[in-house]
């Protein structure tokens, strides 16, 4: 198993609305690409050391050839780039399980 894991640092003039709007897309890449077994998505809670990384979400895939199938797939190209769009910065990692 792996966890992926990505932290959001918002454009300033990026609205709550925007964001939740696109971790629900995120949420929703667990019915539409094979592999993804459980996805979390929401608000950083740590206020105090976040270097502006104010949002992220975190997915199980079944293991790294899904993992690997998961960055070209179609629906995550479309909601990879609205994430680009209303993000100054991204960070992905990855962790075995």
Known sequence: MI????LL????????A???I???H????????PGILEVDAGANKNESNNKGYTYGFAMR???ETHLQAYAP???HRVVGAELVQLCESII????PL
Do not use: G, M
């Open 26 to 33: 995120v949420k929703d890449l667990q019915h539409k690409v």
């Open 18 to 20: 925007q964001i939740q």
């Open 9 to 16: 640092r918002p454009k300033p003039e990026v609205s709550l």
């Open 61 to 63: 895939f079944v293991d």
């Open 73 to 75: 797939h179609p629906e």
């Open 92 to 95: 992905d990692f990855d962790l």
């Open 3 to 6: 966890l992926h894991v990505v």
């Open 22 to 24: 696109a971790l629900d």
